[in-house]
């Protein structure tokens, strides 16, 4: 269950950022509202400047992009983060807005880590909009010495509303699940991965927000396919062991707070991440 917006409120945000300090996590809110800078929340992740754009602040509390807008990272200062060989389940969430179903043969990231395209290079991970009728979010992947692979669960967008979006990845027991609006929205298994080909241990390339890495640079972005994507509250946390429950907490939780980590969730990622 998710606990009051008025809790919340009566406890400072600044608890957000001591609990998580030093995790394995980051959290791009997208909610600067000036600029051409994205700073991770808690402290852990580089500063994301992204180039291009003119709209990016058109709608409060989100990051709009448009076709030539992305963000990105060669360096190495987010591999602890998203290298995966240590590993157990990652989770990842967004909240996401999508004001029509994607062009066809466009994919959008939302992120990549690696080049996504083609064959994909070794360790390459990603979530784009999958191209249908209907918008969703689809996890993608390059495990090291295997080939590009979509993953079988994926999460149907609501159009022209906020979508909360969480994806479960339990690397261990190899499982798939997302979770919108605080229900379950998509499950699905792959092969497990030995701990030698885990997504995540040698991308080429670096990271990507907002765009996708193809093989000779970026070659998709958010708006390609439809200039009404919006995208906030982005998060990311790797767990060193599987916990069953913490991810429909979180979606459960945040949903509530549209964006906001409940501290009855941030309690238990303290003890587990």
């Given at each position: 269950?998710?606990?009051?917006?008025?809790g919340?409120?009566?406890?400072p945000?600044?608890?957000?950022?001591t609990?998580l300090?030093g995790k394995?996590?980051?959290?791009y809110?997208?909610?600067?509202g000036t600029?051409?800078?994205l700073?991770?929340?808690?402290?852990?992740g580089?500063?994301?400047t992204?180039?291009?754009g003119?709209s990016?602040w058109t709608n409060?509390?989100?990051l709009?992009p448009d076709n030539?807008l992305?963000a990105?990272?060669?360096s190495t200062?987010l591999?602890d983060i998203f290298?995966?060989?240590?590993?157990?389940?990652?989770i990842v969430?967004l909240?996401?807005w999508?004001a029509?179903a994607a062009?066809a043969?466009?994919?959008?990231?939302a992120f990549s880590?690696?080049q996504v395209?083609g064959?994909?290079?070794?360790g390459?991970?990603?979530v784009?909009?999958?191209?249908d009728s209907t918008?969703?979010?689809r996890f993608?992947?390059?495990p090291?010495?295997?080939?590009?692979?979509l993953?079988?669960?994926?999460?149907?967008?609501?159009?022209s509303q906020?979508?909360?979006?969480?994806l479960?990845w339990?690397?261990?027991?190899?499982?798939?699940?997302?979770?919108?609006?605080?229900?379950?929205?998509?499950?699905?298994t792959?092969?497990?991965?030995?701990s030698g080909?885990?997504?995540?241990?040698s991308?080429?390339g670096?990271f990507v927000f907002a765009a996708?890495?193809?093989?000779?640079?970026?070659?998709?972005r958010?708006?390609d396919?439809?200039a009404g994507?919006r995208?906030?509250?982005?998060?990311?946390?790797?767990?060193?062991?599987?916990?069953?429950?913490l991810?429909?907490?979180i979606?459960?939780d945040?949903?509530?707070?549209?964006?906001?980590l409940s501290y009855?969730?941030l309690?238990?990622?303290?003890?587990v991440a």
């Amino acid at each position: 269950m998710g606990i009051s917006t008025q809790g919340v409120a009566a406890r400072p945000r600044s608890a957000i950022k001591t609990a998580l300090s030093g995790k394995s996590a980051v959290w791009y809110k997208c909610f600067e509202g000036t600029g051409s800078d994205l700073v991770d929340t808690l402290g852990n992740g580089p500063t994301l400047t992204f180039t291009g754009g003119t709209s990016e602040w058109t709608n409060e509390g989100w990051l709009t992009p448009d076709n030539s807008l992305e963000a990105q990272d060669t360096s190495t200062s987010l591999g602890d983060i998203f290298k995966l060989s240590d590993a157990a389940q990652i989770i990842v969430c967004l909240d996401h807005w999508v004001a029509s179903a994607a062009t066809a043969g466009q994919n959008p990231f939302a992120f990549s880590f690696g080049q996504v395209t083609g064959a994909g290079s070794d360790g390459a991970w990603g979530v784009h909009v999958l191209d249908d009728s209907t918008p969703t979010l689809r996890f993608e992947f390059a495990p090291t010495g295997g080939t590009r692979t979509l993953s079988s669960a994926t999460g149907a967008l609501t159009q022209s509303q906020r979508n909360f979006c969480v994806l479960d990845w339990q690397l261990d027991a190899p499982s798939q699940q997302w979770y919108v609006n605080g229900q379950t929205n998509g499950t699905g298994t792959t092969d497990a991965l030995a701990s030698g080909d885990r997504v995540g241990n040698s991308p080429t390339g670096g990271f990507v927000f907002a765009a996708r890495w193809g093989s000779s640079g970026i070659d998709s972005r958010l708006a390609d396919s439809d200039a009404g994507n919006r995208i906030a509250n982005v998060f990311f946390l790797k767990l060193s062991e599987v916990d069953t429950t913490l991810a429909s907490e979180i979606a459960s939780d945040m949903n509530d707070m549209r964006g906001d980590l409940s501290y009855k969730v941030l309690d238990k990622i303290n003890k587990v991440a």
